[in-house]
């Protein structure tokens, strides 16, 4: 798939004639809805995975709210996550009528802290159903601390996996396992700017065949039997129960065709992203008005963020995104924290400064392109154009801005692009 060369988006699906011969297959096989690509694409991730079981889905977002459902999320629970996260790790569980208590980011600015995590479990309310951890930029949380709290409390472990394919990390047991199969359920993303994409699209992991089942079951309508099981088994097509008020969450083969064949490059994408950061960290290693997240080979890539030091620059983190757009470099920002956005902090009474890590690092957060097709040129483009902003606009040593350096108050920011 071409691009524009002049700009460099923040984000560009990589595409070539085996998706496009993918869906043409299907589109002359006639069945175009749930059938056996969904089926193959499902066995084939849970082989790539390690997951006993893995499910399709229309969005990730619908693959949380069935995760949610299926550990018993609902009224009168809560479910423990970071607001340093997209809104559908939090709004699914509202759809089930359940609250959210959220828990401050870690340190390094990004990772649910599992300290907080504790407390959070601790805190008095409702019973807590589950901890969601979100693997931000593809970095692992810290599952072996979060296990622990969550099966004290007697709580599931709901891995928001959306930006984690393909990394793996120490899974509780002393061993190495993929972000999304740690936990009870694990849920990907594969929206259009995801690492392996389907445009849109998701994956949900699990390891208990009863929650499969349940998952499976309430994925279509709460109908005892798949859509294709209906139009090629030699039993009366008409004839299915539904057996609860279940949702429209299945998966195309169009899509599923589509995401066959990134799962195949979702490797020498990985690699790709890797040489790119590499590009970055050392360029931007030495720079005072930059910090990098720590190094770690536990990633996914799917984000590169840089925050910047506003102690050393005449320019807040909104200016910096503004200029860097003028030269050609799109941006995003991940992201908003949730206790600033209206409807969280109204419903539970929150203010900027509670989760003052996860505030901190919104103001300061710029994250960079990073997609596999991007050329030397435009990753050149990229560290001359952050680089030389951050040089034209330092500041004598201290001095520095004593204002916010982002913006809270409307719950926006220019050039943002989310998915689940």
């Known amino acids: 798939m071409s691009q524009n060369t002049d700009f460099i988006p923040f984000a560009f699906p990589s595409l070539d004639s085996r998706e496009e011969e993918a869906v043409l ?36 977002t619908a693959g949380l709210h069935l995760a949610y459902e299926a550990v018993g999320v609902g009224p009168g629970t809560r479910i423990v996550t970071s607001p340093y996260t997209f809104t559908a790790t939090a709004e699914a569980a509202r759809y089930l009528g359940a609250e959210v208590a959220f828990a401050d980011v870690g340190d390094d600015g990004y990772n649910i802290d599992p300290s907080a995590v504790e407390a959070a479990v601790s805190s008095p309310g409702d019973r807590i159903a589950s901890v969601v951890p979100v693997h931000i930029a593809g970095r692992p949380c810290d599952m072996t601390s979060i296990l622990a709290i969550a099966k004290e409390a007697g709580a599931a472990v709901v891995e928001d996996a959306a930006h984690a394919f393909p990394v793996s990390t120490a899974d509780g047991e002393g061993k190495r396992a993929f972000a999304g199969t740690i936990g009870d359920i694990g849920v990907y993303s594969f929206y259009a700017n995801k690492t392996i994409t389907t445009g849109e699209g998701g994956m949900v992991a699990v390891r208990d065949p009863v929650m499969a089942k349940r998952m499976s079951t309430m994925r279509l309508h709460g109908m005892d039997r798949e859509a294709w099981d209906r139009y090629t088994a030699k039993r009366a097509a008409w004839r299915y129960a539904i057996v609860d008020a279940g949702y429209k969450y299945n998966m195309t083969d169009l899509a599923a065709a589509i995401g066959r064949v990134q799962l195949r490059k979702a490797a020498d994408f990985l690699a790709k992203r890797q040489r790119i950061a590499a590009a970055y960290d050392s360029a931007f290693g030495g720079l005072d008005f930059i910090t990098l997240r720590s190094p770690s080979s536990d990633d996914a890539l799917y984000l590169y963020m840089i925050r910047i030091v506003p102690e050393r620059l005449s320019i807040g983190r909104d200016e910096y995104i503004e200029e860097l757009a003028a030269r050609g470099i799109g941006t995003s920002v991940h992201f908003i ?39 030397d040129t435009q990753i050149e483009r990229v560290i001359e154009a952050v680089a030389g902003i951050g040089k034209e606009k330092s500041l004598p040593r201290g001095r520095g801005l004593p204002e916010s350096v982002g913006t809270v108050a409307t719950g926006t920011v220019a050039g943002s692009s989310h998915g689940r």
């Open 25 to 60: 297959r299907v589109m002359r096989s006639g069945w175009l809805t749930t059938g056996t690509e969904a089926l193959e694409f499902e066995k084939e991730f849970a082989a790539y995975v390690g997951s006993p079981r893995t499910l399709a889905v229309s969005s990730a």
């Open 337 to 375: 924290p949730l206790h600033v956005m209206p409807y969280w902090s109204s419903r539970y009474g929150l203010k900027p400064g509670d989760f003052p890590k996860a505030l901190s690092t919104f103001e300061r957060t710029i994250s960079l392109p990073i997609f596999p097709d991007m050329t």
